[in-house]
Nanobody, 123 residues
Framework: QVQLVESGGGLVQAGGSLRLSCAAS????????MGWFRQAPGKEREFVAA????????YYADSVKGRFTISRDNAKNTVYLQMNSLKPEDTAVYYC????????????????WGQGTQVTVSS
């Protein structure tokens, strides 16, 4: 069993930046590819970004490519999402996730979910 706890969400103006963190516990963090999803009210949860076990390979949704950066520090059991040039359409609850592979995670196959952290971008 893996527990994931997100932090770092908040209110930011359009064009600003936020850095989300996800702290993992329960099993070896480095055993899992990790990712971020988001869900806005009335919309389905969507894939944002994923990173492999070592941190050497990443994958992003087209909507955030060039603006968001996913990274991980296995020594700290933590994965990050650096969000720059934020837009109002980025407003959502952001969820940390652990899954089998980057490819399957991008399609919604997830083993463990965090509780989510709210990100609100004002216009």
């Amino acid at each position: 069993q893996v527990q994931l706890v997100e932090s770092g969400g908040g209110l930011v103006q359009a064009g600003g930046s936020l850095r989300l963190s996800c702290a993992a516990s329960g099993r070896t963090f480095s055993s899992y590819p990790m990712g971020w999803f988001r869900q806005a009210p009335g919309k389905e949860r969507e894939f944002v970004a994923a990173i492999n076990r070592s941190g050497g390979t990443t994958y992003y949704a087209d909507s955030v490519k060039g603006r968001f950066t996913i990274s991980r520090d296995n020594a700290k059991n933590t994965v990050y999402l650096q969000m720059n040039s934020l837009k109002p359409e980025d407003t959502a609850v952001y969820y940390c996730a652990a899954g089998p592979t980057i490819l399957t995670m991008s399609k919604g196959v997830i083993d463990y979910w965090g509780q989510g952290t709210q990100v609100t971008v004002s216009s």
